[in-house]
């Protein structure tokens, strides 16, 4: 199971990653009980790696009495011990969510506030941008392309679980107006679906690209025609 309980007056110090300690996701009303997903850790680490900067959290797990009281959803993720509210020195809130769509295009919570990020771990994905003052769902944060300077597997683990040459070839039009390939023929030989070999054999600039074109498909904004 990904949630640990912890407790804040035994366990306050204790060291969950690089960068963070347990009583960082104590709930704000003094409670003793911390619960605590690792998959959240985990994500958070990964955002403060990234952005070589002191994530802030301003509420991470909250005890149901305080989240009562702050006037939280009832099946809040926070109460459940996998979301937190983030903030970074320098960072826009957009910027984090971005961010955060990349590391997860298919699952989780993501939340566009103003002044703060909200990140979870549930199962589904959820997107959402409450700068107005009321929940909008979107689709989600594109805009995020990792400079890659040699192919990344990371990258690539995640484009070969939704690219495959089927609807690639399907867009080879705007490969070449965006001067990414010259023709079709590096797709000829290509089975379904692509191999990890195959995908880094396109190079660096397809790479980004079907980057890209991953998370327009994660977000239905890309659509194959008949």
Not at 36 to 46: A, F, G, H, M, P
Not at 104 to 118: D, E, W
Request: net charge negative; hydrophobic share 40%.
């Amino acid at each position: 199971m990904s949630v640990k309980e912890y407790s804040m007056s035994r366990d306050g110090n204790l060291q969950l990653a690089p960068n963070f300690r347990v009583r960082e996701f104590r709930s704000r009303c003094g409670a003793d009980e911390v619960l605590i997903d690792s998959r959240l850790v985990e994500r958070l680490q990964k955002i403060r790696d990234h952005f070589g900067k002191p994530v802030n959290i301003t509420s991470a797990y909250r005890s149901p009495a305080h989240n009562t009281a702050v006037g939280g959803a009832r099946n809040s993720q926070h109460v459940l011990g996998t979301a937190a509210d983030i903030t970074i020195s320098g960072v826009t809130p957009m910027e984090i969510c971005q961010f955060a769509e990349w590391l997860m295009p298919t699952s989780g919570g993501i939340g566009l506030y103003n002044g703060f990020a909200h990140v979870d771990v549930r199962a589904n994905r959820a997107r959402w941008d409450q700068r107005s003052g009321r929940e909008v769902a979107v689709s989600g944060f594109p805009g995020f392309v990792p400079k890659i300077e040699k192919p990344a597997t990371a990258v690539v683990e995640q484009i070969e679980t939704v690219v495959s040459p089927h609807w690639a070839k399907k867009h080879l039009d705007s490969l070449v107006k965006k001067e990414v390939v010259e023709d079709a023929e590096s797709w000829t030989d290509f089975d379904e679906p692509a191999t990890k070999g195959q995908v880094l054999a396109l190079g660096d600039k397809l790479l980004e690209f079907a980057y890209e074109m991953m998370i327009a498909h994660v977000n239905g904004e890309l659509h194959d025609e008949e």
